[in-house]
């Protein structure tokens, strides 16, 4: 397995900084992770999140394609119902090509009432419609489609799903699943089958909620607080336009200790090794090509950052890179990528 950063660029009033410094700084540790070897990093998209979230992942990832050579450059999740197919493709392709061919296309329904109102989309078939962008880019990103076309002659997509439900309907479209969780290998693969498309191209990939340190119970006091925001944050926006109420705050230290049957259902903070293994036994007997792990918690102090993203490709990193878990190396082609290739929530 390869290892990607995640970014979301969140900038909390707790911990306001200047906004441009915060882009800069992103900028930079995207240079230092692609020079310590990092696979790929990967961009999210909501608006009007209390925190400054991420709202345009691809004009983002066009200014980190200028300043890097070689690391793959992911979008987890453009939201797709939010957005013309043709406009995805085109912002796509220029990024494949400003790039030279290195962008992973994730695409997720979302679920945000708020975000579904203020481009005037209809919520209730945001499945259907995410399903239907991904077969609109994908012709679109095809020969006879968009002009200029991208570098990548089939530029991988990814569908941002996180349940049984969803990973069945990436595999009938004969795309790859962003979800690292070994659980959703089996509909994934059933769709495939359904669909017609090779099990043996099928390619998984997503997040772990982690914090890898060589010192976690040190590190642990400013991670959690950080980690409370996060986790809140996400429960706070995801209810408005519900009539539900505000969850409660969480609990960081028993989400601590919890375990990954959902996305917000757990955190480990920890040292590589027992991390590296955690993720083995997540991801395994699936494909899972890669897994992503937050490079910043919001608003996370700078030299926190760096030494994190440090730690994750210089220590995690190896440890996945030469697992002796064979059950975990995906079934590829020769040029590295699986099919062409959702759930209840594409959670981001």
């Known amino acids: 397995m390869k290892v990607g950063l995640y970014f979301d660029l969140r900038n909390p009033r707790a911990w306001r900084q200047d906004p441009a410094r915060l882009h800069a700084f992103t900028l930079e540790v995207i240079e230092e992770a692609e020079h310590l070897g990092a696979d790929s990093i990967w961009l999210s998209e909501h608006h009007m999140f209390c925190d400054d979230y991420v709202a345009a992942p691809l004009t983002f990832l066009a200014a980190a394609a ?155 006091p400013t991670v959690r607080m950080h980690m409370a925001h996060q986790f809140d944050t996400y ?50 007997g699936a494909p899972v090509d890669t897994v992503l792990i937050f490079a910043s918690l919001a608003g996370m102090p700078e030299d926190m950052v760096i030494k994190h993203v440090r730690t994750v490709c210089t220590e995690l990193a190896p440890l996945l890179t030469v697992s002796d878990r064979p059950d975990l190396i995906p079934t590829l082609r020769p040029d590295g990528y699986g099919s062409l290739g959702a759930d209840e929530s594409s959670l981001t």
């Not at 969850?247 to 230290?253: A, E, G, V």
């Open 235 to 284: 429960a706070m926006h995801g209810v408005e336009g519900t009539g539900q109420p505000a969850p409660p705050p969480i609990d960081p230290d028993r989400i601590r200790s919890g375990s990954p049957d959902s996305l917000l259902g757990y955190f480990w903070c920890d040292r590589p090794e027992p991390v590296a293994t955690k993720i083995c036994d997540y991801a395994a």
């Open 66 to 220: 200028a300043r890097t050579s070689r690391i793959r450059l992911g979008t987890a999740v453009v939201l797709a119902p939010l957005h013309h197919a043709v406009d995805i493709a085109e912002q796509a392709a220029m990024v494949d090509l400003i790039s030279g061919g290195r962008l992973d296309l994730g695409l997720g329904s979302g679920y945000r009432i708020p975000e579904y109102e203020l481009f005037g989309a209809e919520p209730r078939s945001r499945y259907a419609q995410t399903d239907a962008r991904a077969q609109q880019i994908r012709h679109l990103l095809s020969p006879g489609g968009v002009l200029p076309q991208p570098v990548q002659v089939h530029l991988p997509i990814w569908m941002g799903y996180q349940g049984p439900q969803g990973a069945r309907r990436a595999g009938l479209l004969g795309e790859f699943l962003l979800s690292a969780d070994a659980r959703n290998w089996a509909p994934y693969r059933d769709g495939l089958r359904a669909g017609g498309h090779d099990i043996s191209r099928g390619r998984m990939a997503g997040w772990v909620n982690a914090w890898v340190s060589d010192d976690p119970e040190e590190d642990w």
